[in-house]
């Protein structure tokens, strides 16, 4: 098993910054897929950005490209999301997720990960 410990969440202006931190524990190799997804109440949970083992592919949600930045550290098993420009329609609950491979693909949907964080609120105000 893998766990998925995610920090940073708070309460921000609009056209501040974030920075998001995800650590991994157990059972992982520290060279799995991993992402972060997003969450608000009454809609589905959707992918924000996604970055494979090494590091060297990421993927972004157009709504967020520009704005944000996702890596990794595989030998402290941590994947950080950096948040900056940040608009009220970011607010939401932000998991971290993890596949089960290693030396993976880029995956962007939510069915495609195993293992999840508990999640962290971020608030834009305006």
């Known amino acids: 098993q893998v766990q998925l410990v995610e920090s940073g969440g708070r309460l921000v202006q609009a056209g501040g910054s974030l920075r998001l931190s995800c650590t991994a524990s157990g059972k992982t190799y520290g060279s799995e897929t991993k992402a972060w997804f997003r969450q608000v109440p009454g809609k589905e949970r959707e992918i924000v950005a996604a970055i494979n083992w090494s590091g060297s592919n990421q993927y972004y949600t157009y709504s967020v490209k520009g704005r944000f930045t996702i890596s990794r550290d595989n030998a402290k098993g941590t994947v950080t999301l950096q948040m900056n420009s940040l608009k009220p329609e970011d607010t939401a609950v932000y998991y971290c997720?993890?596949?089960?491979?290693?030396?993976?693909?880029?995956?962007?949907?939510?069915?495609?990960?195993?293992?999840w964080g508990q999640g962290t609120q971020v608030t834009v105000s305006s």
């Open positions: 997720a993890a596949d089960k491979l290693v030396f993976g693909p880029i995956l962007t949907h939510s069915n495609d990960y195993e293992y």
